[in-house]
């Protein structure tokens, strides 16, 4: 898995230590080529990073460039999911979803188990305002979650892409 590391955090630590690159090959057990790629482009190996965190006496994080942290994706991604997966996913969403709010909105009894599971896993002294927030997200996920299901077994029967 490629990585994208800070160059300047990269040159900044090299600089520190008064190293050029050919000195941080040697130390960090790295070719020299690597070394200049790396701190040329951001872009290295997940054992190249880990020399370097090591050489440097710090995290892989704190070598990371901020604004790309590794995105870790699972093998059932909604971003997997084939367009028509995706079509299905909302066609069955948007009115479970509806259906579902519009029950617990006007307070029918079938709703009743959002509430006793809400107040089984909250204090009861939470105001109103935000139990209802929470028994509003807790309808939303058990709702919207099993509602993925019939665009992965689309793309399932399909051999999509969301099994890849």
Same mark, same amino acid.
């Given at each position: 898995?490629?990585?994208?590391?800070?160059?300047?955090?990269?040159?900044?630590? *090299?600089?520190? *230590?008064?190293?050029?690159? $050919?000195?941080? %090959?040697?130390?960090?057990?790295?070719?020299?080529?690597?070394?200049?790629?790396?701190?040329?482009?951001?872009?290295?190996?997940?054992? $190249?990073?880990?020399?370097?965190?090591?050489?440097?006496?710090?995290?892989?994080?704190?070598?990371?460039?901020?604004?790309?942290?590794?995105?870790?994706?699972?093998?059932? %991604?909604?971003?997997?999911?084939?367009?028509? %997966?995706?079509?299905?996913?909302? /066609?069955?969403?948007?009115?479970? #979803?509806?259906?579902?709010?519009?029950?617990?909105?006007?307070?029918?009894? %079938?709703?009743?188990?959002?509430?006793? #599971? *809400?107040?089984?896993?909250?204090?009861?002294?939470?105001?109103?305002? *935000?139990?209802?927030?929470?028994?509003?997200?807790?309808?939303?996920?058990?709702?919207? /979650?099993?509602?993925?299901?019939?665009?992965?077994?689309?793309?399932?029967?399909?051999?999509?892409?969301?099994?890849?």
């Amino acid at each position: 898995m490629e990585m994208e590391l800070n160059k300047d955090t990269l040159k900044n630590q *090299r600089d520190s *230590r008064a190293w050029s690159q $050919t000195q941080l %090959a040697e130390v960090s057990g790295l070719s020299l080529r690597t070394i200049q790629r790396v701190e040329k482009t951001g872009v290295a190996s997940q054992e $190249t990073a880990k020399s370097l965190a090591a050489v440097y006496e710090c995290s892989i994080t704190e070598l990371v460039a901020k604004n790309q942290l590794p995105r870790v994706e699972g093998k059932f %991604a909604f971003s997997k999911m084939s367009p028509k %997966a995706k079509v299905i996913h909302l /066609l069955v969403l948007l009115p479970a #979803l509806s259906v579902a709010f519009y029950l617990y909105w006007i307070g029918h009894n %079938a709703t009743a188990w959002v509430d006793i #599971l *809400r107040d089984s896993v909250f204090s009861s002294s939470i105001s109103d305002d *935000r139990q209802d927030k929470i028994s509003f997200l807790i309808v939303a996920l058990v709702v919207g /979650l099993p509602s993925l299901v019939p665009g992965y077994i689309y793309d399932y029967i399909n051999k999509q892409c969301a099994f890849d």
